[in-house]
């Protein structure tokens, strides 16, 4: 039986963001570190634990100090030895953002190195998380390693939840992205896809398309899109449940993010599919009222009880 934990597997980086002249704020965050920060603020109860792979250099050991501050674990993540995390900058115009990357040769790559570590990271979970990127960053064996680890806590009674998040960039061509998303799928028990990035994967024309796809490989369905109406898909039903529109928001980053955070956290409380995207449309319209990726944790859970 799975225990009451709480764990994501990516990549966390070296955010550059704040941009004033030639000064910057370095911050950390990652899509599925986003994510996990939200689900451990409206789930403080619940052990969590970033699941990933972190160099021996200075920032490494920045970004481990800084999750353990905020009471987060990495349970068994491998260091490796003369690696070093990925980083990116966030340039702004207005509240949209761009994302400059250098991450080629990051740790977090080696995130599957230790196969037994990292099954031993995924026990005693009521949840696991993972992304299109997180399986992008990874080699076709280690991908092939995570699949399987992620297939033996789900056996172990974790529940599985997957966001897609197609970034071209990652991946060698689109045939590879998605085959290697519908075998993520297949080990997935709710899926919250962006349809923007559905339909540039798979073409998928609406919303509905993207959900009634993904509904007959995966019982719980989310599709996320903008300021648009997310729609929740479960047992062939469709629903759209509103987005919340913040006339000037500050950043958009990681607001896909957060409400996947949002969502999961609502799930594991017993809420139903419809109000879990309603509190998760409330956490993600209060982070893109914040700079950066990572809004505070008492602006999270005044937004997810309000």
């Not at 250099?57 to 260091?79: E, K, R, T, W, Y």
């Not at 398309?209 to 469709?238: F, I, M, S, W, Y």
Request: hydrophobic share 45%.
């Amino acid at each position: 039986m799975a225990g009451t934990g709480v764990a994501s597997i990516g990549e966390c980086m070296l955010e550059l963001s704040g941009q004033t002249g030639p000064n910057w704020r370095m911050g950390f965050a990652g899509d599925t570190f986003n994510t996990l920060w939200a689900l451990h603020a409206l789930s403080a109860e619940r052990p969590a634990t970033y699941v990933s792979a972190f160099g021996d250099d200075p920032f490494s050991q920045g970004q481990i100090d800084f999750l353990g501050q905020n009471g987060i674990g990495i349970g068994s993540s491998p260091v490796i030895a003369g690696a070093r995390p990925g980083l990116y900058a966030i340039t702004l115009t207005g509240a949209e953002r761009s994302f400059t990357y250098w991450r080629g040769d990051a740790a977090a790559r080696q995130l599957a190195s230790d196969p037994a570590a990292l099954s031993k990271s995924l026990e005693n979970q009521a949840l696991v998380y993972f992304s299109g990127i997180t399986l992008a960053i990874l080699d076709d064996a280690a991908r092939a390693t995570l699949l399987l680890a992620i297939a033996k806590a789900r056996s172990a009674g974790s529940t599985v939840a997957f966001d897609p998040n197609y970034r071209p960039r990652l991946w060698r061509n689109r045939e590879d992205a998605q085959a290697a998303i519908v075998e993520a799928l297949a080990v997935t028990d709710i899926a919250l896809p962006t349809f923007p990035d559905e339909q540039m994967l798979f073409g998928d024309t609406t919303p509905q398309a993207t959900a009634e796809r993904l509904g007959k490989l995966v019982d719980e369905v989310v599709v996320k899109n903008g300021e648009a109406p997310a729609l929740v898909a479960q047992r062939e039903t469709l629903r759209e449940v509103p987005a919340i529109n913040v006339a000037a928001p500050a950043d958009t980053t990681g607001a896909g993010d957060s409400f996947n955070g949002g969502y999961l956290a609502a799930r594991l409380a017993d809420h139903d599919p419809l109000e879990a995207a309603r509190r998760a449309h409330r956490v993600a319209a209060a982070v893109v009222q914040v700079r950066g990726a990572l809004a505070p944790f008492e602006t999270l859970r005044a937004a997810f009880e309000n």
